[in-house]
């Protein structure tokens, strides 16, 4: 058994084609087969679930899969561990980040590459969900989520911020001019909100439940930005996070009043797989979590 061997693994479980896989590794498609199946000898067990096409993976196959995530990273830390003690610290981190927290999420990544220029990122928005389970199975490097409202299992969190709401309008809207909106008034209008699947949306759900009111969003989205889109296009009322803010700016006709009565707000963290010592770019990553902060006025 060979680090190859298991790259292959990983890049068949990323990609579920055998093909894609064998280009994403730079080998040729009976190459990675050929190595695969050496592996399958070599441990005694089947691991690919076989037909026509990729079909999944046998309960060995998950559990080595797990195994050789471990192992890869362990890989990659040797590697950055080693960058580290010659001053030369460097590595890609994959981030998974709840759609309401990606406008914010650029002051994060600045604040990492301003210390540490050698890392990078490659950002995907993902659900509270997906975030700890494709930790848990090494599909991703850290997320950005919500920490205090679902279980988060066991991991290591550094908080960055907390999430706050405001009810997003085009300045012809009835309660545009308001200092404060409270949530019971909110929703005595046409709103937009995060899709159910997302843990906003469930927070929001759960504010106007204590409110024994009940609101059927006139438009739904996975996505943040078409929420916003709605405002300024159709005059829809939405309820985001305030620091939506920060790609907005001061929008020419949109108001975003402090949503209130009940205040609401919810803690925003860096999540981690929870291992002793973390990797070098992911501590480096926390030490940065530990210091950051929004930009003023947004929080």
Not at 26 to 37: E, F, W
Not at 130 to 145: C, P, Q, T, Y
Not at 223 to 248: D, K, N, Q, Y
Request: glycine fraction near 6%; charge should be negative; hydrophobic fraction near 40%.
């Amino acid at each position: 058994m060979d680090i190859r061997q298991l790259q292959y693994l990983v890049a068949l479980a990323r990609e579920r084609h055998f093909t894609r896989a064998a280009e994403a590794c730079s080998v040729t498609q009976p190459t990675l087969s050929g190595r695969l199946r050496q592996l399958e000898q070599e441990l005694g067990v089947s691991i690919v679930k076989r037909g026509q096409r990729f079909e999944g993976f046998t309960p060995e196959g998950d559990r080595i899969l797990k195994w050789a995530h471990a192992i890869l990273e362990d890989q990659s830390s040797l590697i950055q561990d080693l960058a580290a003690m010659k001053g030369e610290l460097s590595g890609r981190v994959v981030l998974g980040v709840i759609p309401s927290a990606l406008p914010s999420i650029s002051v994060l990544t600045q604040a990492v590459r301003r210390r540490f220029p050698g890392i990078t990122f490659h950002i995907l928005s993902q659900t509270s969900r997906e975030i700890l389970r494709n930790i848990d199975d090494f599909s991703i490097d850290a997320g950005v989520s919500y920490i205090d409202n679902e279980p988060v299992g066991h991991v290591r969190v550094a908080p960055l911020y907390k999430e706050r709401y405001r009810l997003f309008m085009r300045d012809d809207h009835p309660l545009a001019q308001r200092e404060t909106v409270s949530w019971g008034e909110a929703a005595s209008h046409p709103l937009g909100l995060l899709t159910p699947n997302m843990q906003n949306r469930r927070i929001v759900d759960g504010v106007f439940e204590s409110l024994n009111r009940k609101v059927e969003p006139e438009v739904e989205s996975n996505s943040v930005i078409s929420l916003v889109s709605h405002v300024r296009i159709h005059g829809l009322a939405c309820i985001v996070p305030e620091h939506m803010l920060v790609v907005m700016g001061a929008a020419d006709g949109v108001r975003a009043v402090p949503l209130v009565e009940p205040f609401v707000e919810h803690a925003i963290g860096l999540i981690v797989y929870d291992r002793d010592p973390p990797p070098p770019v992911l501590a480096s990553l926390l030490d940065v979590a530990g210091e950051f902060e929004l930009p003023a006025g947004l929080i």
